[in-house]
């Protein structure tokens, strides 16, 4: 079992930054592959970002690529997300998760562990 749990949320203003920190315990998961997702009020869960269990590879959506950095410290068992140059359309709840078993990924089906999520509010 693995346990998630994201910290770094808040409000900013449009244009502003911030940076997202995903802490892991339990089984190993420096072997994980992790990513980043979404959701806002009234929508479904989208995929933000992901990266390989070594950092090598890192998967971006289309509407943060250029915006948000993916990065890992497996020493710490922590995954970061850095938003650069919010926009009000970012504003979300954001999850982290770990995927066991299917490698890196842009479905939310390939994650078997799941944070609880933090708020991240960007105003205009």
């Known amino acids: 079992q693995v346990q998630l749990v994201e910290s770094g949320g808040g409000l900013v203003q449009a244009g502003g930054s911030l940076r997202l920190s995903c802490a892991a315990s339990g089984r190993t998961s420096s072997t994980y592959a992790m990513g980043w997702f979404r959701q806002a009020p009234g929508k479904e869960r989208e995929f933000v970002s992901a990266?390989?269990?070594?950092?090598?590879?890192?998967y971006y959506a289309d509407s943060v690529k250029g915006r948000f950095t993916i990065s890992r410290d497996n020493a710490k068992n922590t995954v970061y997300l850095q938003m650069n140059s919010l926009k009000p359309e970012d504003t979300a709840l954001y999850y982290c998760a770990a995927s066991a078993y299917s490698g890196i990924s842009y479905y939310t089906g390939a994650y078997d562990y799941w944070g609880q999520g933090t708020q991240v509010t960007v105003s205009s």
């Open positions: 990266i390989s269990w070594s950092g090598v590879s890192t």
